[in-house]
């Protein structure tokens, strides 16, 4: 099955930028696909990214929107959230999720997650 291993949080001024990453492995159909969520502390968790595979579509959040993009790298079975113009509101837990190729772009549609990284905004 999908095992998902994220990476590239950590502390940033307001207005920095981080990349994220997921590795995927464990895997040889291309099933799924993979999107980013958020969860900040005492709130509910929000969906970042959602692939659409059918087109190739990506949409995300609006809070988001501008600001962040997602990219895959199929050689390195690895996918990416570029955050840019960061700001306190967009700090948390960030989490891949991998979801059946034709799922919805909901958290309870996604089989499989990610352990998190954490992003911190603070000056």
């Known amino acids: 099955q999908l095992q998902l291993v994220e990476s590239g949080g950590g502390s940033v001024q307001p207005g920095g930028s981080l990349k994220l990453s997921c590795v995927a492995s464990?895997?040889?159909?291309?099933?799924?696909?993979i999107g980013w969520f958020r969860q900040a502390p005492g709130k509910e968790r929000e969906g970042v990214s959602c692939v659409i595979s059918d087109g190739g579509t990506t949409y995300y959040a609006d809070s988001v929107k501008g600001r962040a993009t997602a990219t895959r790298d199929n050689g390195k079975n690895t996918v990416y959230l570029q955050m840019n113009q960061l700001n306190p509101e967009d700090a948390g837990i960030y989490y891949c999720?991998?979801?059946?190729?034709?799922?919805?772009?909901?958290?309870?549609?996604?089989?499989?997650w990610g352990q998190g990284t954490q992003v911190t905004v603070s000056s």
């Open positions: 464990g895997f040889t159909l291309d099933d799924y696909a």
């Open positions: 999720a991998a979801r059946r190729r034709w799922g919805l772009c909901v958290a309870w549609d996604h089989d499989v």
